[in-house]
């Protein structure tokens, strides 16, 4: 649910980091607090078991700036990956305008990604989202592991983009992929602010 | 249901005069995904988006707790601090219900903050729009060349 007030000029949006366990969601959200100048971010708050494991969400908010004259903002926010916080995925999930799906590329986890993008379609479906019509973008992450431990980009594609939203490439530990990750989720969600549409 | 939800500014006066009368320090009226729609008393807006992911996270947790042990939501809550309380309360209106975080310090009390939370909540109920309106387009359609140069400026590309 964007927040558009006219009166003050500012615009407010929820994107969710979502994807099965370790895939990196929480990873995406460091490297972008680490990238951010201090007056444009907020504080990053984790929510983490003492393992480090995301239990309840990341946060971070981002200023980013000034678009069409209204003030930008976006809340970043991950959902713990791990199939028994489905609760908490839900309730994360609850009011967001744009996805991204961070896959794990290690052929191993290829089960996984399916399992948690069929997660995405249930919960949004149950909280009455047609997911056709969510802005979603899918990041392929750990594309820099060995080749043989990887799947590769157009076989990950086959295997979860069967709605052909735009996909990158990631390495989010040291940064490529990250930023035009973002930069694609951007588009999505504003272009709906530019048309209007309820996308109900 | 994603709508882009258009403020109108009808809680910033409710929620400034409540913040007044019971002697508030800070206090936010939020949406349950944890959209800020009116606060007062914080002075970095970043920090209020902050506040309004973690508040809507205890009530989140506080509606299925209840759920799992009463068999109906905690709504409300509190926590006495020696220096400062917190008072987080569902709001109900007629498009749903809203989350208010309030925080005050031995300038008023928790009998003061729920007296005058329940006029907060008669005031909202009225004021508060039966239902969304249409949303108008809200940026131009060539938005992406400054979203681009804000993006590259962000990440220190620009």
């Known amino acids: 649910m964007s927040l558009v007030n006219y009166a ?40 983490a078991t003492q393992t480090d494991r995301t239990l309840f969400f990341d946060f971070l908010p981002i200023d ?120 694609g989720i951007s588009e999505q969600v504003l272009r709906r602010l530019s048309t209007g549409s309820q996308g109900r | 249901m994603i709508r882009h939800s258009v403020m109108v500014g009808w809680a910033d006066a409710p929620v400034k005069r409540y913040v007044d009368d019971a002697r508030l320090q800070l206090s936010v009226l939020m949406h349950p995904s944890g959209q800020v729609l009116a606060q007062h008393g914080f002075q970095r807006k ?45 709001i109900p209106i007629a498009t749903g219900t809203l989350v208010l975080l309030s925080v005050f310090d031995e300038e008023s009390s928790l009998g003061i903050v729920q007296l005058y939370l329940d006029e907060l909540r008669s005031t909202l109920a009225t004021t508060a729009p039966a239902e969304q309106p249409d949303s108008p387009p809200a940026l131009a359609e060539d938005f992406e060349r400054e979203l681009n140069t804000n993006l590259a400026a962000l990440f220190g590309r620009g």
């Not at chain 1, 926010?77 to 305008?97: E, F, M, N, S, W």
């Open chain 2, 46 to 90: 970043l920090d209020v988006q902050t506040a309004c992911a973690l508040s809507a996270a205890i009530n989140a947790t506080a509606v299925q707790l209840g759920l799992l042990i009463d068999g109906a939501p905690f709504t409300d809550l509190h926590y006495a601090g020696t220096l400062r309380q917190l008072y987080l309360a569902q």
């Open chain 1, 8 to 47: 003050t000029r500012e615009i407010t949006c929820k994107i969710v980091y979502y994807g099965p366990g370790r895939s990196g969601k929480t990873t995406n959200l460091h490297y972008i607090y680490g990238q951010v100048p201090g007056d444009r971010k907020g504080q990053m708050v984790s929510l």
């Open chain 1, 64 to 183: 980013l700036g000034t678009i069409s004259g209204f003030t930008t903002r976006f809340q970043l926010y991950t959902v713990p990956g791990q199939v028994y916080y489905q609760t908490t995925r839900k309730l994360v999930l609850q009011g967001a305008d744009g996805v991204v799906f961070v896959a794990d590329s290690q052929a191993r986890q290829l089960e996984e990604n399916i399992e948690s993008m069929q997660d995405l379609h249930a919960n949004l479906a149950e909280q009455g989202v047609d997911a056709r019509t969510m802005p979603l973008v899918i990041q392929y992450n750990k594309q820099d592991l060995p080749s043989e431990m990887v799947t590769s980009v157009v076989e990950l594609d086959e295997a979860l983009n069967f709605r052909g939203v735009p996909s990158f490439a990631a390495d989010a530990l040291h940064g490529p992929g990250v930023f035009e990750t973002l930069r």
